[in-house]
């Protein structure tokens, strides 16, 4: 019988692995040259943190791989790093602030499986713990445009303010019990349409007149209704600091609503151009509390690896782990062969030596298979006469070396390496 | 209410996730330095293929988180990286002979919880799957002794045969079917000492001539008994190869048997000088026959991630992922402050700017405390003036440089890193 994968879940066979350790790899270099530092936490949470207020609560049990242990006790898979973020924190007052962490890692959800969404997935968060203001929000804003742009891709920050959406919600007559349902349905504007967005709100028994503002959506029309509203002060610097630092992806977006209640201030959120959502966050400084410690001010943003890797699958090419690929040939090389190998990796080369005793021919066909640049031929000549000949692969060229120069024959390789 | 991690999991705060993700990222790079690629695997497995046999069979459900999703299909937590990689042979023929691959992830037992026992741990595994004798077994032994010697331990990795220790213990007159018996209480030999392991044999009805060979530990002796024996050869030149590559860590060992029933022939575990073992391996030509896969050699090796953690923790010394801390005094220098940054991280240098808005001396203190190596203190002049000192804040020396000459600083800071 064949086995499968959980459904959902999937493999990355080295080709893929490959491409997702590199994006992985390549977003913490940026997290930390903002000096965020990591941190690590279990995969198995207790039921109750995982469904604690201000989350998801108890109905997230539905959404969640939730079950107990042979104790009885409730547990749960998490499934977001931030949960388990705010319970660190309530937990270690002693923790410098700032307190900037990062985290790259799987995360999971009871959806229902369809294209492009699974239930292993993996998350790659900052977050800035115990600064108020824009700034630490801007910083989060810079990360994502870092990550974005490094990584070659077309791509817009949306930014908005939850505080001055709320503001002009109330100016333009919806009542403030009322907000948390509007937003709920403003942030379906994507998928529903104005006219959904339209309806559903008529339904709830919402004054729509917000809808006309969000089509304008100007930064300006927007200030002359609020220009009380001190939030105004922190969107407006956001947005400038922006633009002096160059950065033409970010853009004010006024539908930008971003329906999880937890948000405080500033929001933004990522996507590729014509593409997809890759990434959100904002500023949400009631939440840390809710989890026992004391209230803290909080920022943060969260990068979905997965899509980013199925964005980025197609375009990048990565090539194999192996620099050099050492073909011994009859018994009496090997030992030499493995020395050679031994001696190339502390020069900093990766070395792989055929394990298969296979003859040349078929050694050179999974070298080509592999994609590996470089070859030595080692036979009893070689040996012999202690030395060796590094092929490149591509261009065909040989140089010649004596045992006792892997040194120098690393530099030839990494010299010419794609 | 305080929330804590899920009994036998931890968190791994700032100080000790770096000193986890120093020791993966060595070992990646030795495991790459041979060739070996990445495979990523899920973490929730089907219960059928956990409790296939070859492996754990039906009563590895006591051992495991085990659960049920909402489609009542049964589930586990892998318990190892073995049984995934045996279900991603058998399911992708195609793979390239060797596949030489990679894992390093977490894995989870239900274990009874104790000092240095997590129910949460990562293991960080090499696997050569396809190809037969003693050449891919060497290059196991050769990959723990690079691991060990980089990270700076003393170590032991003690050898021996699956295939020879069974000869013996024919020849020393234990019958064909007590041999798993026997070996597993020679297994226990460690910890219930020769003593006890006579007492258990002798219950068992089992000869127990071969503890007086397992003392005396002679490879010759051994090799007397057993002369006819093939495997013989293999153990012999795996021990030749371990001597001609200058690895006076490897020693024979006969009274390593492991326990594991899937073994086959080499057999090898890795220990600190006078502590815990940190890893272990062998050969296992059948047990991916045994996962709906052709019959298929494989040999590989399995580090604890956790145990090396444990025993590196206290020496291991890592410095904060910021390099230069930028103190921008008085709001009008924060729009200069994050050009600055950025300039510094596009040279390469981790550059971390304050977001509380603090005062120089408070500012001082936290990268202090943060054992940030340079500062640079932006105020009205330095904005005005367009210009920066980099402060080394061991020895106090300051360099002066303009705005645009943020390169040259880089190299100041690159310079005289610590």
Do not use: W
């Not at 709920?184 to 809808?211: A, N």
């Not at 782990?321 to 009496?332: Q, Y």
């Not at 060796?388 to 070396?401: M, N, P, Q, T, Y």
Request: charged fraction near 30%; include cysteine.
């Amino acid at each position: 019988m064949k086995f499968q994968t959980v459904r959902g879940m999937r493999d990355f066979l080295p080709e893929q692995a490959k491409k997702k350790q590199f994006i992985e790899d390549f977003i913490r270099k940026v997290f930390e040259s903002y000096g965020f530092e990591p941190l690590q936490t279990p995969i198995v949470e207790d039921f109750e943190l995982l469904a604690a207020k201000g989350s998801g609560g108890e109905a997230i049990k539905e959404e969640i791989y939730y079950f107990k242990d042979k104790g009885e006790r409730e547990l749960g898979l998490r499934y977001d790093l931030t949960v388990p973020l705010a319970r660190v924190v309530a937990s270690n007052p002693m923790l410098a602030r700032p307190f900037k962490r990062y985290q790259i890692s799987p995360v999971y959800r009871y959806d229902r499986p369809q294209a492009k969404r699974y239930r292993e997935f993996t998350q790659a968060d900052v977050d800035i713990v115990g600064a108020l203001g824009v700034y630490a929000d801007f910083e989060c804003v810079q990360v994502a445009v870092d990550v974005m742009r490094g990584l070659g891709l077309d791509f817009k920050v949306r930014v908005n303010n939850r505080k001055t959406l709320e503001a002009l919600a109330i100016e333009m007559g919806i009542s403030k019990e009322n907000i948390v349902d509007a937003f709920r349905s403003l942030d379906k504007l994507d998928k529903i349409g104005r006219g959904g967005v339209e309806k559903e709100l008529k339904e709830k028994g919402i004054e729509t007149r917000i809808l006309g503002q969000i089509e304008a959506n100007s930064f300006e029309e927007m200030k002359h209704y609020i220009k009380n509203e001190p939030a105004l002060a922190e969107l407006e610097e956001l947005l400038e600091l922006s633009k002096k630092n160059g950065y033409l992806e970010v853009e004010f977006d006024l539908s930008l609503a971003r329906g999880l209640e937890y948000y405080t201030g500033t929001v933004f959120e990522i996507a590729i151009s014509d593409g997809p959502s890759v990434g959100a966050g904002g500023r949400y400084d009631k939440l840390i509390g809710l989890y026992g410690g004391q209230e803290t001010p909080a920022t943060g943003i969260s990068f979905g690896v997965d899509r980013l890797f199925d964005a980025l699958e197609g375009s990048l090419v990565i090539g194999p782990n192996t620099d050099v690929f050492i073909i011994p040939i009859g018994a009496g090389s090997f030992a030499e062969g493995f020395l050679l190998a031994s001696a190339f990796r502390k020069a900093r080369v990766n070395a792989e030596i055929d394990l298969m005793g296979r003859n040349v021919k078929k050694n050179f066909e999974y070298a080509n298979k592999r994609g590996i640049s470089f070859a030595i031929v080692l036979g009893e000549d070689e040996v012999r006469g202690k030395k060796f000949k590094v092929k490149d692969l591509v261009s065909g060229e040989e140089r010649g070396f004596s045992f006792g120069e892997e040194a120098r024959a690393a530099l030839f390789v990494k010299g010419r390496e794609r």
